[in-house]
């Protein structure tokens, strides 16, 4: 069941990037992605073939063998954070967790420790540069997070997502919480890396930061990282603002 709970995720997440590739070709008034498929619907299938066949090149020291561990380690933090939670906050893929909160934080603590270390093995000056640059990015979010947990907790009560979802029975956060409402977008987008926050760890926009040394297999990890990230945290607002 956890299995296929993951392989659900990952194909929301391709879709997402389809429906982010769309909506900026909308934007930008151009067509996007329309040959593969109808309307380009297949587009994210072939990409995600070309990566999966490219070849994956590490510059050969002891270090960056572990680099496809944490990198492992990386993505399957942000799987787990979704296992309990994803589908709604009274349909727990697993054990319910009481402190839920606690366990969220956790899994945040962990998923800077294995981005940091993964920048740190690509044995790249210009990934450990940002690495060290998007470490404090995320600790400086993770901050605002945490001070938002605690208001949460304290409004319903609970440290459970299914509390949070029941003290807005009556009405909801948004009304009462808009300025932090709307803080959580901003890092929301902020932590996901997405327009108009997209480049926010590289030196200048044709660098991809600490990802610099991967490619094939490893930086689709990364991508599909950070979309997962973006879905996650849409149904965190849904949780925390919108009644569930």
């Known amino acids: 069941m956890v299995l296929l709970s993951s392989l659900l995720v990952v194909l929301l997440t391709l879709f997402v990037v389809l429906l982010e590739r769309k909506l900026l070709a909308f934007a930008q008034r151009r067509m996007g992605p329309t040959l593969m498929g109808r309307n380009g619907a297949f587009q994210i299938l072939a990409d995600l073939f070309?990566?999966?066949t490219k070849e994956i090149f590490l510059i050969p020291r002891p270090a960056t063998v572990m680099a496809p561990i944490f990198l492992s380690l990386l993505f399957t933090s942000q799987l787990l954070f979704s296992l309990n939670?994803?589908?709604g906050p009274s349909m727990f893929m697993v054990d319910s967790v009481d402190s839920m909160v606690l366990y969220h934080l956790i899994l945040i603590l962990l998923s800077n420790i294995f981005f940091s270390v993964v920048g740190l093995l690509s044995q790249s000056r210009y990934a450990i540069i940002a690495t060290v640059r998007g470490l404090v990015h995320m600790i400086s979010l993770d901050i605002f997070i945490t001070v938002l947990y605690s208001l949460l907790v304290f409004s319903s009560q609970s440290a459970?997502?299914?509390?949070?979802?029941?003290s807005q029975s009556t009405y909801w956060y948004i009304f009462i919480y808009a300025p932090a409402a709307s803080g959580f977008v901003v890092v929301l987008f902020l932590e996901s890396k997405r327009a108009p926050f997209d480049h926010s760890e590289t030196e200048s926009e044709v660098v991809a930061g600490y990802a610099t040394e991967y490619n094939g297999p490893m930086?689709?990890?990364f991508f599909l990282a950070e979309y997962l990230h973006l879905i996650i945290s849409a149904i965190h607002f849904m949780l925390f603002f919108a009644g569930g």
């Open 219 to 221: 930086l689709l990890m």
């Open 160 to 166: 459970n997502f299914h509390d949070f979802v029941i």
């Open 85 to 87: 939670f994803v589908w």
């Open 50 to 52: 070309k990566m999966l």
